[in-house]
């Protein structure tokens, strides 16, 4: 994940020499891969691990700085003029198959010009990598550097519509034979596994990956349909690997987006459209499926911090952590802690990831060396007992043991 310096200074304090911050965000697990030194920026590097796509995005990142410093963390206040229009009278939404698409929402802006993006956005997105496009594109991308989470912007006059002419729009599983052409002018052959995002007659996007060309945005756009959606993290893996296609949205979406922050993300590209290309946001937005149900609280017992860390760490300073981090206390007593992780934090499930979170935050270089940790030899269970001793008792009465693969036809498996 490349991290913009200026960029990242919209979000939280950076009053720290940039070697601290280098170091100090990978002791926390965000491994420093290297720092480029622009003109006026530094871009930095950072390796980020599948079970933190919250941090692939600068406010991701941005909030483990504003919790490893103590800093405030500022999210952009978003503000967005509608008209008395309701954007549900210009499209509908449809999904077929849930269970590659959770959710999705649709909202409608008119009377936009497209053209060449600020200069500011466009030092932002060559500083990490991003080359600019136009303005409606340049935002789309801008978000998701900044959330996390991928958008599209479909010109809403190609999406062909209904029986009575409203565009349509429909996330179903592609047909075999179907085929696409995306923006990359490539055409790519579909199957039943791939979920496509489609119009009344046929595909216009590869779900998650990659949209298509003849819905693309132009200079001659001046109505925008702006999708945010949640994808399931397997299918869009496999339809990735199976076209050779990968793209920053592929990306995100394969380790999971937030499913909170869809409407945000949303809200935040038109806000932005507004403000760089002008045009009028129709009111709300069309919205099909729903995010997933807050997590299940987990339950940390204070006596295990001390149990698997070797050092104490008093109840205050684990609430702060917590509570900085994002998790909300469900309830808390003298000897445990209980808490429900944040939407963005879905790896957080069991007691132990909770002290791994309490102790980065501390500092891993804060538990001495000789610290003492409780270890006890492990043994063998009574059933690999009892297997070993009927394995020896077959071998020496003349048997042949062959080792082989688990993963086997249904038919194979069967047999036995």
């Given at each position: 994940?490349?991290?913009?310096?200026n960029?990242?200074?919209?979000y939280?304090?950076?009053?720290?020499?940039?070697?601290?911050?280098?170091?100090?965000?990978?002791?926390?697990?965000?491994?420093?891969?290297?720092?480029?030194?622009?003109s006026?920026?530094?871009?930095?590097d950072?390796?980020?691990?599948?079970?933190r796509?919250?941090?692939?995005?600068?406010?991701?990142?941005?909030r483990?700085?504003?919790?490893?410093?103590?800093?405030?963390?500022?999210?952009?206040?978003?503000?967005?003029?509608?008209?008395?229009?309701?954007?549900?009278?210009?499209?509908?939404?449809v999904?077929?198959?849930?269970?590659?698409?959770?959710q999705y929402?649709?909202?409608?802006?008119?009377?936009?010009?497209v053209?060449?993006?600020p200069?500011?956005?466009?030092?932002?997105?060559?500083?990490?990598?991003?080359?600019?496009?136009?303005?409606?594109?340049?935002?789309?991308?801008?978000?998701?550097?900044?959330?996390?989470?991928?958008?599209?912007?479909?010109?809403l006059s190609?999406?062909?519509?209904?029986?009575?002419?409203?565009?349509a729009?429909?996330?179903?599983?592609?047909?075999?034979?179907e085929?696409?052409?995306?923006?990359?002018?490539?055409?790519?052959?579909?199957?039943?596994?791939?979920?496509?995002?489609?119009?009344a007659?046929?595909?216009?996007?590869?779900?998650?990956?990659?949209?298509g060309?003849?819905?693309?945005?132009?200079?001659?756009?001046?109505d925008?349909?702006?999708?945010?959606?949640?994808?399931?993290?397997?299918?869009?893996?496999?339809?990735a690997?199976?076209?050779?296609?990968?793209?920053?949205?592929?990306?995100?979406?394969?380790?999971?987006?937030?499913?909170a922050?869809v409407?945000?993300?949303?809200?935040?590209?038109?806000?932005?459209?507004?403000?760089?290309?002008?045009?009028?946001?129709e009111r709300?937005?069309?919205?099909?499926?729903?995010?997933?149900?807050?997590?299940?609280?987990?339950?940390?017992r204070?006596?295990?911090?001390s149990?698997?860390?070797?050092?104490?760490?008093?109840?205050?300073e684990?609430?702060?952590?917590?509570?900085?981090l994002?998790?909300e206390?469900v309830n808390?007593?003298a000897?445990?802690?209980?808490t429900?992780?944040?939407?963005?934090?879905?790896?957080?499930?069991?007691?132990?990831?909770?002290?791994?979170?309490?102790?980065?935050?501390?500092?891993?270089d804060?538990?001495p060396?000789?610290?003492?940790v409780?270890m006890?030899?492990?043994?063998?269970?009574?059933?690999?007992?009892?297997?070993?001793r009927?394995?020896?008792?077959?071998?020496?009465?003349?048997?042949?043991?062959?080792?082989?693969?688990?993963?086997?036809?249904?038919?194979?498996?069967?047999?036995?």
């Amino acid at each position: 994940m490349l991290v913009s310096w200026n960029w990242l200074q919209d979000y939280v304090q950076l009053d720290m020499p940039l070697a601290e911050f280098e170091e100090r965000l990978a002791m926390a697990g965000l491994n420093h891969e290297s720092t480029t030194d622009l003109s006026d920026d530094h871009v930095v590097d950072l390796e980020v691990t599948s079970n933190r796509p919250d941090c692939l995005g600068h406010i991701g990142v941005a909030r483990e700085v504003s919790v490893l410093w103590s800093h405030p963390l500022q999210i952009p206040d978003l503000q967005l003029n509608e008209s008395a229009r309701p954007a549900g009278e210009s499209v509908s939404v449809v999904i077929e198959a849930p269970e590659l698409c959770p959710q999705y929402s649709a909202r409608i802006i008119r009377g936009i010009k497209v053209g060449p993006s600020p200069d500011w956005m466009v030092k932002r997105l060559q500083a990490v990598g991003i080359n600019p496009v136009n303005n409606v594109v340049d935002i789309t991308n801008y978000v998701l550097y900044e959330t996390g989470q991928p958008l599209h912007a479909f010109d809403l006059s190609k999406l062909r519509g209904d029986a009575a002419g409203k565009p349509a729009i429909v996330v179903r599983r592609a047909a075999e034979g179907e085929s696409l052409e995306a923006i990359d002018h490539n055409t790519y052959e579909l199957n039943s596994e791939m979920c496509v995002i489609a119009d009344a007659v046929g595909p216009v996007a590869l779900a998650g990956i990659m949209g298509g060309a003849p819905t693309e945005v132009a200079e001659s756009t001046t109505d925008l349909l702006i999708e945010a959606a949640e994808f399931a993290q397997l299918a869009t893996r496999s339809t990735a690997r199976h076209l050779k296609l990968d793209s920053d949205s592929s990306y995100r979406f394969e380790r999971g987006v937030d499913p909170a922050g869809v409407d945000w993300a949303s809200r935040r590209c038109c806000q932005l459209i507004l403000e760089i290309c002008g045009g009028e946001l129709e009111r709300g937005a069309v919205t099909a499926g729903q995010p997933a149900p807050p997590a299940k609280p987990v339950v940390l017992r204070m006596s295990e911090i001390s149990r698997l860390l070797g050092i104490e760490i008093n109840m205050d300073e684990t609430r702060r952590i917590l509570n900085s981090l994002g998790f909300e206390q469900v309830n808390t007593d003298a000897a445990r802690i209980t808490t429900r992780p944040p939407s963005w934090r879905r790896d957080c499930l069991r007691e132990v990831d909770l002290i791994e979170e309490v102790a980065r935050i501390h500092g891993y270089d804060q538990i001495p060396e000789d610290s003492a940790v409780p270890m006890a030899p492990s043994h063998r269970s009574d059933f690999d007992v009892l297997v070993e001793r009927v394995r020896n008792a077959l071998v020496a009465s003349g048997f042949f043991e062959a080792m082989t693969i688990t993963l086997v036809p249904e038919a194979w498996n069967q047999c036995f």
